[in-house]
């Protein structure tokens, strides 16, 4: 399978992009998608994408990098014409923090999401667009609403909210996705937010160097040789087998990134 969010440029995989790509294949791993934070990081991102075959990226500002400007939206833009950068984010809010402040997040989400809806109407660029939202969901979903994105354009990374949340975004047309959050212990309102997806709006993902999965929690950092652990939790959250799990997420990812 596809692990559909990482981070390949960040620190931890410096000089370890090939080492960790391999380990990933060796773990029936198929591809990656490095998800960008900035624009900067967007065209390394790109660069590790164009190196190496089964990497793809994404292109976006993170809500916790607005503070990071000012950007470059002409080169975001460039970036997400490429045909190895298949989707725009992660773009979102975060309120999990004091900073950046969530006016600032909402301007420079406000601003992407405007960049993306004129991409779309022109018919240049019409990616899919990777969110972040924690805990954010009763303000975010209907700023999503409003863009003029289409619902089902959109996929919730790293997915930790309730039921509740969960129906909002099902509401929205959004896909969801799952990191190792999913096989914690403590984890038991995600596993049941989980079982309210249905069959063909769900993904998973490592966010590597992030979460690392049950039963490697301990190990540091998460790599996407670890996303068959969150693959085999979702199909026990789901009451499916991993084989059935398992097609079912590889048909989501290709139709969702364009990506097989």
């Known amino acids: 399978m596809i692990d559909t969010h990482c981070h390949l440029t960040f620190p931890e995989f410096a000089d370890r992009v ?63 014409g490429d045909e190895r950068c298949v989707g725009w984010g992660e773009l979102g809010l975060d309120k999990h923090y004091a900073e950046p402040t969530l006016a600032l997040q909402r301007e420079v989400l406000d601003r992407q999401l405007d960049l993306i809806a004129q991409e779309r109407a022109s018919g240049r660029v019409i990616k899919p667009v990777v969110i972040h939202c924690r805990e954010a969901f009763d303000e975010l979903v209907p700023l999503l609403g409003r863009s003029g994105i289409p619902g089902e354009a959109f996929v919730f990374h790293c997915f930790t909210g309730t039921a509740a949340d969960m129906r909002l975004l099902l509401d929205l047309g959004a896909c969801v996705s799952f990191t190792g959050v999913l096989t914690y212990t403590n984890a038991a309102e995600v596993r049941e937010a989980a079982r309210l997806v249905p069959a063909g709006r769900v993904m998973v993902e490592t966010d590597a160097p992030f979460l690392p999965p049950e039963p490697v929690r301990k190990k540091r950092p998460c790599v996407p040789a670890y996303v068959r652990h969150t693959a085999e939790a979702l199909a026990a959250a789901r009451g499916m087998t991993f084989e059935a799990m398992h097609d079912e997420l590889n048909e989501t990812t290709a139709r969702f990134f364009g990506v097989r």
């Open 18 to 80: 090939s080492e960790t790509l391999h380990a990933a294949a060796q773990a029936g791993v198929t591809g990656v998608i490095t998800i960008s934070t900035t624009p900067g990081d967007a065209q390394a991102a790109l660069r590790i994408a164009r190196a190496h075959d089964r990497v793809w990226s994404s292109a976006g500002i993170h809500p916790l990098y607005s503070d990071k400007g000012p950007f470059d939206w002409d080169l975001l833009r460039s970036i997400a």
